[in-house]
């Protein structure tokens, strides 16, 4: 009988996780791209969906589609009912002390634009500064420009050490009385960087200024509290954590939510209305104006549970295991230059790379005829490819369900790509 102490017969028995086991749950894992077994590595993009979280979209529309907050009849309570109670499991997952801080978005973009628009316009006057990273996605980029053209305020970069990581004793200079906010993601969609947020919470709050924490690629990959890293607000997106498209959460200290004006106006975010004025109703559902996405709120609830079930230390583990691994196996080959920190504990499920003078998209399309799907382009980071002097890279990004031999398909297909294009020069 086998004990835990026998070798590993194959790489899979690597993994923290029962990778067969999980894969049998994502039905889409099991199609083929042009003849071949598809290997999804574009999982920073948007992650694949378990048969749970696609069987209770279903089950709504099949049984219990009703608007939320308003009929009185059972269907509408039963769809009140889940829906509320998808918000608690939001709070459970990311360790919030209510669930009024719970805001349900359409993503993170959602999120931060509602912050930067309402938070933003009350807050930031001429002269202040508005400080961020140079790997910001431009979802938490864009917004802030806009602001601070409107308000005549300062936009303040980070700077990154040689390995990407946030240099923080230059965030310590940065970070001055006159910061009304720090916009930071937790985890880099390109180099992989971890940022260290409760350290940039305290330079932020030393200071009187709140943080925003992009968890777009954080949220999904490890667990996280927001009480525990002190943050002020929190965004991030269902799609990229199993869930469906078009839900995304905003947190909120609840203080600093009270303070902010609504961000869309209409129904269900008003406690009255008269002709003239309106008051507006409470947290969460001031910032919920209209008819939310009921069904994929409901069914992200599903995504919650399949990743607390797993446990999000697993899911951690493996994504560090097999990022170790993708890591030593694509410093085999001549000629490729990785972005990020080397020391995997230290980055997300995500490898940015180019190699010798292949233009990344070539490299996608050549991967993509052997099955393999990644991302080539400058991955909504223009200023960050500046920066590393690139028009752009490839980039493969893990998830609960790859393994270790869909690593060694991508490496076959990427030497393959060396023979057919390692001589084209394209600079
Ligand atoms: N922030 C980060 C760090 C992201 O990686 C993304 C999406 C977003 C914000 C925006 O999320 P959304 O759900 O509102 O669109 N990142 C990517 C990516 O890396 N490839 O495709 C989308």
């Given at each position: 009988?086998?004990?835990?102490?026998?070798?590993?017969?194959?790489?899979?028995?690597?993994?923290?996780?029962?990778?067969?086991?999980?894969?049998?749950?994502?039905?889409?894992?099991?199609?083929e791209?042009?003849?071949?077994?598809?290997?999804?590595l574009?999982n920073?993009?948007?992650?694949?969906?378990?048969?749970?979280?696609?069987?209770?979209?279903?089950?709504?529309?099949?049984?219990?589609?009703?608007?939320?907050?308003?009929?009185?009849?059972?269907?509408?309570?039963?769809?009140?009912?889940?829906?509320?109670?998808?918000?608690?499991?939001?709070?459970?997952?990311?360790?919030?002390?209510?669930?009024?801080?719970?805001?349900?978005?359409?993503?993170t973009?959602?999120?931060?634009?509602?912050?930067?628009?309402?938070?933003?316009?009350?807050?930031?006057?001429?002269?202040?500064?508005?400080?961020?990273?140079?790997?910001?996605?431009?979802?938490?980029?864009?917004?802030?420009?806009?602001?601070?053209?409107e308000?005549?305020?300062?936009?303040?970069?980070?700077?990154?050490?040689?390995?990407?990581?946030?240099?923080?004793?230059?965030?310590?200079?940065?970070?001055?009385?006159?910061?009304?906010?720090?916009?930071?993601?937790?985890?880099?969609?390109?180099?992989?960087?971890?940022?260290?947020?409760k350290?940039?919470?305290?330079?932020?709050?030393?200071?009187?200024?709140?943080?925003?924490v992009?968890?777009?690629?954080?949220?999904?990959?490890?667990?996280?509290?927001?009480?525990?890293?002190?943050?002020?607000?929190?965004?991030?997106?269902?799609?990229?954590?199993?869930?469906p498209?078009?839900?995304?959460?905003?947190?909120?200290k609840?203080?600093?939510?009270?303070?902010?004006?609504?961000?869309?106006?209409?129904?269900?975010?008003?406690?009255?209305?008269?002709?003239?004025?309106?008051?507006?109703?409470?947290?969460?559902?001031?910032?919920?104006?209209?008819?939310?996405?009921?069904?994929?709120?409901?069914?992200?609830?599903?995504?919650?549970?399949?990743?607390?079930?797993?446990?999000?230390?697993?899911?951690?583990?493996?994504?560090?295991?097999?990022?170790?691994?993708?890591?030593?196996?694509?410093?085999?080959?001549?000629?490729?230059?990785?972005?990020?920190?080397?020391d995997?504990?230290?980055?997300?499920?995500?490898?940015?790379?180019?190699?010798?003078?292949?233009?990344?998209?070539?490299?996608?399309?050549?991967?993509?005829?052997?099955?393999?799907?990644?991302?080539?382009?400058?991955?909504c980071?223009?200023?960050?490819?500046?920066?590393?002097?690139?028009?752009?890279?490839?980039?493969?990004?893990?998830?609960?369900?790859?393994?270790?031999?869909?690593?060694?398909?991508?490496?076959?297909?990427?030497?393959?790509?060396?023979?057919?294009?390692?001589?084209?020069?394209?600079r």
């Amino acid at each position: 009988m086998a004990t835990i102490l026998d070798k590993p017969e194959t790489k899979e028995a690597m993994s923290s996780l029962n990778l067969e086991k999980i894969r049998r749950d994502f039905p889409i894992l099991r199609r083929e791209v042009d003849g071949k077994r598809l290997v999804y590595l574009d999982n920073a993009a948007t992650s694949q969906k378990p048969l749970s979280v696609i069987n209770k979209i279903s089950e709504y529309y099949q049984r219990y589609n009703a608007n939320v907050h308003r009929g009185i009849h059972t269907l509408s309570e039963e769809a009140t009912a889940m829906y509320e109670g998808t918000r608690e499991t939001v709070r459970h997952f990311i360790d919030a002390k209510e669930t009024c801080e719970i805001i349900f978005t359409r993503g993170t973009t959602e999120g931060i634009n509602l912050v930067a628009s309402t938070w933003g316009r009350q807050n930031v006057l001429p002269g202040d500064e508005i400080v961020l990273s140079p790997m910001e996605h431009h979802s938490n980029l864009v917004p802030w420009q806009v602001l601070a053209q409107e308000r005549e305020a300062k936009l303040v970069f980070l700077e990154l050490t040689a390995e990407g990581e946030i240099d923080m004793e230059a965030a310590a200079k940065l970070i001055g009385s006159r910061t009304r906010i720090v916009a930071v993601t937790q985890m880099s969609n390109v180099l992989g960087t971890i940022n260290p947020i409760k350290e940039l919470a305290a330079l932020a709050h030393k200071q009187g200024a709140v943080i925003l924490v992009d968890g777009a690629q954080s949220v999904p990959h490890m667990q996280i509290s927001v009480q525990e890293m002190d943050a002020d607000f929190v965004a991030f997106s269902l799609h990229k954590m199993l869930g469906p498209t078009g839900v995304g959460v905003l947190w909120g200290k609840k203080d600093i939510l009270k303070a902010m004006p609504p961000y869309m106006y209409g129904g269900d975010m008003i406690a009255s209305v008269s002709r003239e004025r309106s008051r507006y109703n409470e947290l969460p559902w001031k910032f919920e104006a209209g008819t939310p996405n009921i069904g994929d709120v409901i069914a992200s609830a599903a995504a919650f549970e399949y990743l607390t079930t797993m446990g999000l230390d697993n899911v951690r583990e493996h994504e560090v295991e097999i990022t170790r691994y993708a890591l030593n196996r694509l410093r085999e080959i001549n000629g490729i230059t990785i972005y990020g920190p080397k020391d995997p504990q230290k980055r997300g499920g995500v490898i940015s790379f180019n190699m010798k003078d292949i233009h990344p998209h070539d490299l996608g399309q050549i991967l993509s005829d052997a099955g393999i799907a990644i991302r080539a382009g400058h991955h909504c980071c223009q200023p960050l490819m500046k920066d590393l002097q690139v028009m752009g890279t490839a980039r493969a990004s893990f998830y609960i369900y790859n393994t270790f031999e869909e690593v060694d398909m991508l490496l076959a297909a990427l030497r393959e790509a060396d023979k057919v294009m390692g001589n084209v020069a394209y600079r």
